[in-house]
């Protein structure tokens, strides 16, 4: 079945710096990936939409600068936090579908940050 | 707008006993995609099953079942014979129909326990 990978798994970082996490589907193309962050104990919430050679389309109150957002190839994406802040400490999960109607989302193992 | 309900935020029972996990959703779509998604505690999220609206014959899947019910906006994911591993997180998630971007919204998760 599809398959897609995310790593690390894993990142605690000190404040101040940034952290790149990627995101790849292993064996289907998606012109489409999705990043979202989940809290601990609750639902995930979409952060944004990663187009493959376009811009990404973000989530009302996601700040873009801060979450960059990359989609370079037909299957990977990369999210980047930069300048990260405690608050920023989270689990973060990409997800992505075949390019057919109704595919359903595959999601990565996610990634857990911790930022002191 | 879309939403997805599940009131049931944490269940628990007894290894063998059957399970039912709720779902209701609003959608001002005439057809969209229906989701359960499985989060153990090792956090990946595990697809379980698509829905199409245009399709109201329930589906059962080894011991998972689903009853999709239109008229009552609900999609109930019922567990027999629980096992503990089983244990997870689960999510309902709706998604419109149309082609091109297709934003999916969960519901915030159903913790189940399945004590043995």
């Known amino acids: 079945g599809a398959v897609v990978s995310q790593h690390p798994s894993r990142v605690i970082c000190k404040s101040g710096t940034s952290v790149k996490i990627e995101c790849r589907s292993l064996d289907f193309q998606a012109t489409t990936m999705f990043w979202y962050r989940q809290f601990p104990k609750k639902s995930l919430m979409l952060m944004a939409t990663s187009n493959e050679g376009s811009k990404a389309t973000y989530e009302q109150g996601v700040e873009k600068d801060k979450f960059l957002i990359n989609h370079a190839s037909l299957t990977l994406s990369t999210l980047t936090v930069t300048s990260a802040h405690p608050e920023d400490s989270s689990f973060y999960i990409c997800?992505?579908?075949?390019?057919?109607?109704?595919?359903?989302?595959?999601f990565g193992n996610g990634t857990r940050l911790t930022v002191t | 707008a879309q939403k997805v309900t599940q009131a049931q935020t944490e269940i628990s029972v007894v290894e063998k006993e059957d399970v039912t996990l709720d779902c209701v959703y609003e959608t001002r779509d005439t057809t969209y995609y229906l989701f359960w998604y499985k989060q153990p505690p090792s956090g990946e999220l595990v697809f379980l099953i698509r829905r199409n609206s245009f399709d109201e014959q329930n589906e059962i899947s080894g011991r998972y079942s689903w009853n999709f019910q239109k008229s009552t906006s609900s999609f109930n994911f019922t567990i027999t014979a629980s096992q503990v591993v089983d244990s997870a997180v689960y999510f309902c998630a709706l998604s419109p129909h149309s082609g091109g971007y297709q934003k999916v919204t969960f519901g915030t998760g159903t913790k189940l326990q399945v004590i043995p």
């Open positions: 997800s992505a579908r075949a390019d057919r109607v109704g595919s359903p989302l595959h």
